[in-house]
């Protein structure tokens, strides 16, 4: 019997085909296949009587039971829905359920956080670093100035570097939290009118919004800068 | 267990005393198809009773809000069985190779000659299916006996739909040139 190039694709398909199971447009083209090829035409002819045959023996077939013996169906009944299925369903599903709208969110917001916190505490490091080498800058810088003509704020506020451990001995004896706030915390301070002295740290001073001056200037906040 | 009747509606909230009548409604009208369809796949009757047995203590311990309802009881159902024949075969593999040699060796359809007869043709018929591999068995008592679509099928074996098809066509193959060799066809 003649052969056609689709009959290996055909094949697969045909019983498929003959139980309806094969979308509208593959349905038509083995359709047209089979009025075409002899030999897949056969195939399928042998196919649907097997399949006639099997559909009648499993319709009438006395060997198979219709129902559950009486025994066994009395096991069944006699079972409770178990308190372990009880707890599960009732109580442990639903916490479980409300157990992960909580820490799923929660580690979302977790993970959102830390990244920033690390950021920020990396960033605060920097600036402080950054803010402890202005405010020695800020010196250098201030007397470069004046070595150059310029006055740099009020006579009173601008100290020598020879004057500046006179000048931290004098900041310490203030009392607490006048110093130099978080950046450089003052290092000594007063108890019960008794002045309490501690090593002075070298910290860095602020958020590095620049060097806070230990003393306001004394004119007015903005310090002079001119000619002299 | 069961101090009130309860209609078809209310068998999504069992849980309580009241959840027999609707569970044995619902044992009462699958009971039937899924032994017809455990005793075709497990080749024994006693077997498929055992697993239809099973399959309904899963269902009425299950029975609640959190369990199968409605049109999923059904499908839940088949896929319990499905897997407590495939626990049974697995336990009874010895047994089971010794049904089949039995089978094979009470095959008429290799020796005896064709017959018309009705009767014969569908017993030598359900003979060479019962030779079929579980799967093949299953795919043709679920798609011929039971009605199931290729997607049903799939949902109560773990298979695509392809390989439902696939799986079908290699089993109607299959027996058809079995008939055919013992003169049925």
Same mark, same amino acid.
Request: hydrophobic share 40%; glycine share 10%.
């Given at each position: ?6 009959c290996?694709?055909?094949e697969?398909d045909l019983t ?5 199971d ?8 083995i359709?047209?296949h089979? &009025? ?8 399928? *002819?042998e196919?649907?009587t097997?399949l ?6 499993l319709?009438?077939s006395?060997?198979v039971p219709?129902?559950?013996d =009486? ?5 069944v009944?006699?079972?409770h829905?178990s308190?372990? &299925?009880i707890l599960l369903d ?7 359920r ?6 799923v =969110?929660?580690l979302i ?10 950021t920020r505490?990396?960033?605060v490091?920097?600036?402080?670093d950054? +803010? ?5 800058? +800020?010196?250098?810088a201030q ?6 003509g ?7 506020s601008?100290?020598s ?7 931290a ?5 203030l009392a607490f939290?006048?110093?130099g706030?978080m950046?450089?915390g003052?290092?000594?301070?007063v108890v019960?009118g ?6 002075r740290?070298e *910290?860095?001073i ?5 060097a806070?001056p ?5 004119t007015?906040?903005? =310090? ?5 | ?6 209609d ?7 849980g309580?005393?009241a959840e027999t009548?609707a569970?044995e ?12 369809y455990?005793a ?5 009757a006693?077997?498929a ?12 311990r ?5 369990g199968?309802?409605?049109d999923?009881?059904l499908?839940?159902l088949?896929r319990t069985?499905h897997n407590a024949a495939?626990?049974f075969?697995r ?15 009470a095959?008429?359809?290799v020796t ?10 569908t017993?030598l018929a359900?003979?060479h ?5 579980p799967a093949e068995?299953?795919?043709l008592?679920l798609r011929l006996q039971d009605?199931m679509s290729?997607?049903?099928?799939g ?7 392809g390989?439902?098809g ?5 089993a109607?193959r299959k027996?058809s040139?079995n008939?055919k060799?013992a003169?049925?066809?």
């Open positions: 019997m003649k052969t056609h190039p689709e290996p694709k055909v697969p498929s085909y003959l139980t309806g094969l979308p509208a447009a593959r349905a038509e083209a359709r047209g089979l &009025t075409l090829c002899g030999s897949c035409r056969a195939s399928a *002819q196919l649907a097997t006639d045959l099997l559909r009648g023996a319709a009438a006395p060997a219709e129902r559950l =009486p025994a066994r169906r009395a096991a009944l006699a079972v829905p308190r372990a &299925t009732i109580w442990l599903v639903p916490l479980a409300a157990a992960i709208f909580v820490i =969110p929660a917001l977790a993970s959102l956080m830390l990244p920033s916190i690390g505490n990396a960033v490091g920097k600036l402080s950054a +803010s402890g080498a202005t405010a020695g800058g +800020s010196e250098r007397d470069k100035l004046e070595d150059f310029y006055t740099v704020g009020p006579a009173e601008r100290r570097h020879a004057d500046a451990p006179a000048a001995r004098e900041r310490e004896t939290g006048e110093g706030g950046g450089g003052p290092a000594s301070g019960a008794k002045e309490i002295r501690t090593e740290k *910290q860095p602020g958020f590095g919004l620049g806070i230990a003393e306001p200037p004394a007015g906040g903005k =310090p002079a800068l001119g000619r002299s | 267990m069961a101090d009130e009747p309860r078809e509606t209310s068998e999504a909230k069992p309580g005393p009548p569970f409604d619902v044992m009462a009208r699958h009971e039937t198809a899924l032994l017809r455990a075709r796949l497990l080749n024994n006693d077997a009773q055992d697993v239809v047995q099973e399959t309904f203590i899963r269902l009425h299950r029975w609640g809000p959190e199968p309802q409605g999923h009881v499908p839940w088949y069985a495939v626990d075969i336990r009874e593999e010895r047994l089971r190779k010794l049904h089949e040699s039995a089978v094979e060796e095959g008429p359809a005896l000659p064709a017959t018309d007869d009705p009767g014969e043709r017993r359900l003979e299916m019962a030779r079929l591999a068995r299953e795919v008592v009605g290729y997607q049903e099928i949902r109560v074996t773990g298979r695509t739909v390989n439902v696939c799986l079908l066509h290699h109607v027996l040139e008939l060799r003169g049925v066809l």
